[in-house]
């Protein structure tokens, strides 16, 4: 049983600080874990519990370290940590709010995954082994090589280009086919004068033009680096338009110009029409467009992958008002927008039942916890995105899927992007 609950400050991969979270067992046995936070968050994502102030720029999260020390403890200890989904309900019940804004969703989810994690030790099984069934498969990795929008202050408006192995004989593969890529990139762009430095999420942050450049520096790279884009390396983009929408003229700033939803639609038509290898894009319409996105997915949801992340914000609730309006065919999931391990399990399986496609994901500021890797692994979750080729917050969840990928030899599946 859980003897005792405790967390404590730790800082992320931005410098700011987060939580860390240790559940202990009375056999001895710890869980630890410890919670991502992101840049350019969802409006109606959980609440992530900051101090306010003057304190380590009023980020501090010493009021939800003091929750977890506090009630979140009392309420857990004597509790049995393989009851995930019970253990989850006492905190959400304890916190009362629909978006648990009292405890807070970061103090929440830290104990939640540290329990996940104190359960599996005290099973002597892997994480992705207790979560997940027997018949488990390795994700379609997309990796986040070019970083704009609020990841970098390169200038472009699109804050993520991904690339993706679509060919590939293993995971190993697979990621070696991208390091290849990701060097040759850096040359690529070196050549033509651009700076080479890291963004966020460890993917270049040139200075460049338009979208379409950054594209065409990927398929030079792609090509360069001796692979086919289209049929060996997919390409993806993740736009994150809420950050250039505006609420009053319902116009999107992008660069240089003001388009409407139509126009955007056209634009993105544009693209997948230009680039074949382009087989996802992510939130290129708003949270606060629906419309727009809905739009999108009657004209572009048979030709590509669109998912929704600022949109559904992994939340059960709004992912099936998204799912009854026919809007995206994908979801993308963050276990901190929602808070708990077993909600996020919930919007999973609602996306499985209804055809849509799933892709776990870091936020753009992560710790070197690499739960993400073995929920990916335990889910069957078909894709995961955790950043770029650099930067060992990212790097350390692409490694977990090697480890995981020699444990289980040939007991393990890889699943594919559904072909364009
Ligand atoms: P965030 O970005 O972690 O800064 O919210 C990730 C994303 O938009 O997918
Ligand atoms: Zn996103």
Redesign the pocket.
């Known amino acids: 049983v859980i003897e005792n609950v405790k967390a404590r400050e730790i800082f992320d991969s931005r410098g700011n600080p987060t939580i860390e979270a240790d559940v202990i067992l009375s056999d001895g046995t710890l869980g630890r874990a410890e919670v991502p936070s992101?840049?350019?968050?969802g409006d109606r994502e959980a609440v992530e519990l900051r101090d306010g102030g003057t304190r380590l720029m009023g980020k501090g999260v010493l009021k939800a370290v003091a929750n977890v020390n506090g009630k979140i403890k009392k309420a857990l200890i004597g509790q049995d940590p393989c009851q995930q989904a019970e253990i989850d309900k006492i905190m959400i019940d304890l916190d009362g709010t629909p978006n648990k804004a009292r405890l807070g969703a970061n103090a929440i989810l830290g104990v939640s995954m540290a329990t996940a994690r104190a359960a599996a030790a005290s099973k002597h099984l892997p994480l992705y082994r207790y979560l997940g069934g027997v018949d488990l498969e390795l994700p379609q990795p997309f990796f986040n090589v070019i970083n704009g929008g609020?990841?970098a202050d390169s200038g472009i408006a699109v804050?993520?280009f991904l690339i993706t192995p679509i060919e590939r004989t293993s995971f190993r593969d697979g990621m070696e086919k991208i390091a290849n890529i990701y060097h040759t990139l850096k040359k690529v762009l070196a050549k033509e004068g651009y700076e080479t430095a890291v963004g966020d999420e460890g993917g270049f942050a040139p200075k460049l033009s338009s979208t379409e450049e950054a594209i065409e520096m990927l398929y030079r790279a792609i090509k360069e680096a001796g692979y086919e884009p289209g049929s060996e390396i997919g390409i993806a983009i993740?736009p994150?338009s809420s950050e250039f929408y505006s609420d009053e003229t319902h116009k999107y700033s992008f660069e240089g110009k003001e388009l409407d939803s139509d126009e955007l639609l056209v634009y993105y038509q544009k693209l997948v029409a230009e680039y074949p290898a382009l087989i996802s894009i992510?939130?290129g319409f708003s949270e606060h467009d629906w419309d727009g996105f809905k739009k999108q997915t009657d004209v572009q949801g048979k030709q590509i992958q669109l998912i929704g992340?600022?949109i559904f914000v992994t939340n059960p609730k709004i992912f099936k008002e998204g799912i009854d309006k026919g809007v995206a065919n994908s979801i993308?999931i963050k276990l901190n927008q929602i808070g708990t391990v077993t909600e996020t399990i919930d919007t999973m399986k609602m996306a499985r039942a209804n055809g849509y496609t799933t892709m776990i994901?870091h936020?753009?500021?992560e710790t070197g916890d690499t739960f993400i890797a073995d929920f990916a692994v335990a889910m069957n979750a078909g894709q995961i995105k955790t950043g770029s080729m650099a930067r060992s917050e990212r790097v350390e969840k692409y490694n977990q899927f090697l480890r995981i990928e020699e444990e289980l030899g040939g007991n393990v599946g890889l699943a594919h992007f559904p072909k364009r």
């Open positions: 992101g840049a350019s968050t609020v990841h804050q993520e993740d994150a992510e939130d992340d600022d993308l994901s936020r753009s500021g």
